[in-house]
């Protein structure tokens, strides 16, 4: 290997995330990104079939937000967000709340962990500043929200926890209502909420990180209204399913019941920018509404609101209303559930899902479905070598390409996968 490679140089001096420290391969320089193409330092093209961890929208360097981008560049960078404010914020937090009516306050952090993170600190000072103790949070099984240690809290218990389970927040779980679980989930949920319930958390029709789980808005609007009716905030994690990924703006805009606090992030910036939002309804708002300074809510990053990502999100939410985006989007979804009824019948294939703009392809093998199972390997490999960035979860495939994606490189990722499963 060329030692003076940036690849090599990487090497040296930086820790990647997710990354085992020894025997993994090196990590891949990548110079330039063009649609829902990235190209790496000898010049070899890459279809990002997977929005670069699902925060890419509009595809690579898109024109239309980088030149917004530019031109907040040349007016302010950043400025403190407490005391201060700024139109960028402004703009996005009046853009969002026009598409979740039922939303009133914006809060902004700086990714899908400190969303989560306000998310419940949120929740829980509802309780305290309305005079109450509540502690108890109820998550679904498999759930994934972040690596903070709160969102890890209402996370499930897994290797990416294991470490620092002994200092993690017990919660309440509860099953996922995928197919055949509606009644045993929601039994649960009725079981749990009590007294003491602050919060129920969710990641509302996809569990994105436990292996594209998916499951259906109905059971969904049973559990949504079962925490109305109780008085308890439901929060929805739509950090990754926000954005049309799920093939409307966002994933519980299926529902008919609608939570009480909404995270975002990853795709809130076309994928330009590090951002992170918690938006809550007036009644979440309405204990924080006083003079009393002990009831301030005490949170806040050195970049929130940072000018920049707000414009890169002010500017994507404008791509969608000038774009082609959402005959994108559907052009996707249609290409994908073909694609769907094709792989249902494979004989290695154990499950295959579709939500939207996400279609999952479950792997059969002889080890536990998970994200250890030594299939994800051989499959990144596989794709790598075909010009085509996979990252499976364990033993499922996934496809969640930015909605740019032509119907021909859409062609060439669902042909990779149909190869690789004959091959099995
Ligand atoms: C549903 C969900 N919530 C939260 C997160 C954490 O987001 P971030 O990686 O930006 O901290 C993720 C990341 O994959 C996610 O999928």
């Known amino acids: 290997m060329n030692t003076n490679s940036l690849s090599s140089r990487d090497h040296l001096h930086i820790w990647h995330p997710f990354t085992p420290q020894v025997g993994a391969d090196s ?34 360097c898109n024109a239309f937000i980088a030149d917004k981008l530019k031109q907040q560049l040349g007016d ?33 952090s700086d990714d899908g962990s400190t969303a989560v993170e306000v998310a419940l600190k949120m929740a829980l000072q509802y309780w305290h500043n309305k005079g109450e103790t509540r502690t108890k949070v109820i998550a679904f099984e498999n759930a994934y929200h972040g690596d903070t240690f709160g969102s890890m809290s209402v996370g499930a218990r897994n290797i990416f926890s294991r470490a620092f389970e002994p200092l993690l927040f017990d919660v309440i779980r509860i099953p996922v209502p995928v197919k055949g679980k509606e009644e045993e989930s929601v039994n649960a949920l009725r079981k749990a909420l009590d007294g003491n319930t602050a919060a129920f958390i969710f990641e509302p029709l996809v569990q994105g990180a436990a292996g594209m789980i998916m499951y259906d808005c109905t059971a969904l609007d049973q559990l949504l209204e079962m925490c109305k009716l109780n008085n308890v905030p439901a929060i929805a994690d739509e950090v990754m399913t926000g954005f049309g990924r799920t093939g ?15 995270c975002l ?90 939500t939207g703009t996400i279609l999952a392809i479950e792997i059969k093998s002889y080890e536990a479905t998970g994200y250890l199972n030594s299939v994800g390997e051989s499959v990144a ?25 032509t119907e021909h490189e859409l062609s060439i990722v669902l042909d990779a996968i149909a190869e690789f499963l004959n091959g099995q």
């Open 381 to 405: 490999h596989y794709f790598h070598k075909r010009g085509i960035i996979m990252r499976p979860l364990g033993n499922v495939v996934y496809v969640l390409p930015p909605y740019c994606t």
């Open 265 to 354: 992030s990853k795709g809130i910036t076309g994928g330009f920018m590090p951002l992170g939002v918690t938006m809550c309804s007036a009644r979440m708002y309405e204990p924080y509404l006083t003079s009393d300074r002990t009831k301030t809510f005490f949170h806040g990053h050195s970049y929130t609101a940072n000018p920049l990502a707000c414009a890169a999100g002010v500017a994507s939410l404008e791509w969608f209303e000038i774009g082609n985006v959402w005959s994108e989007i559907h052009r996707i979804s249609e290409q994908l559930a073909q694609a769907k009824s094709a792989l249902s019948t494979h004989p290695n294939v154990a499950d295959v899902r579709l």
């Open 248 to 262: 409307k703006m966002f994933a519980t805009d299926y529902c008919n019941t609608k939570p009480d606090i909404i």
């Open 27 to 60: 990590n891949i320089a990548i110079l330039k990104g063009k649609g829902s193409l990235l190209f790496d330092e000898e010049g070899q093209a890459y279809i990002d079939a997977i929005s670069s961890w699902w925060v890419n929208l509009h595809g690579h």
């Open 76 to 108: 302010l960078e950043h400025v403190l967000f407490s005391g201060y404010t700024h139109e960028p914020a402004i703009l996005l937090a009046e853009k969002l709340k026009a598409l979740l009516p039922a939303m009133d306050k914006v809060f902004f």
